[in-house]
Nanobody
C-alpha cells in the first residue's frame, strides 16, 4: 500500500524557515518523480515544486529562490526547505507522487498533509 507521511509543519513568523519531510513507502521511491502541493483555506490546490529521479528540481515562480526541494533515496524521504516564509505561504502542504514535472497530480496521489502557518 502506498503511503506518504508529511511532517515538519508548524506556525512561524514571516521571514522564518521550516523544513518539511515526506516519508514514503509502498512503492519504489527511487524511481518515482515526487511533488509538493499546497492548499490554502478556501482555495484550490497549488503546485509548489517537483523533483525527478535524477534530482532535477522544478519550482513554481512564487517560491523560486526561497524553497529548495531534495530527496534522500536511502531513506525514502523527500524534503522541502522553506526559507523567508510569507503569510501567503500559509496552507496545508502535501507530498505527492508526480505525474509530470509541473502541475498538481490527482488527489489520490497525495499524502495527508502538514499544516504551515505563517503569521505575526
Amino acid at each position: 500500500e502506498v503511503q506518504l507521511v508529511e511532517s515538519g509543519g508548524g506556525m512561524v513568523q514571516p521571514g522564518e524557515s521550516l523544513r518539511l519531510s515526506c516519508a514514503a513507502s509502498g512503492f519504489t521511491f527511487s524511481l518515482s518523480m515526487m511533488t509538493w502541493v499546497r492548499q490554502a483555506p478556501g482555495k484550490g490546490p497549488e503546485w509548489v515544486s517537483s523533483i525527478d529521479i535524477s534530482g532535477t528540481a522544478y519550482y513554481a515562480g512564487f517560491v523560486k529562490d526561497r524553497f529548495t526541494i531534495s530527496r534522500d533515496n536511502a531513506k525514502n524521504t523527500m524534503y522541502l526547505q522553506m526559507n523567508s516564509l510569507k503569510p501567503e505561504d500559509t496552507a496545508l502542504y502535501y507530498c505527492a507522487r508526480a505525474t509530470r514535472e509541473v502541475g498538481v497530480p490527482p488527489r489520490d496521489y497525495w499524502g495527508q498533509g502538514t499544516q504551515v502557518t505563517v503569521s505575526s
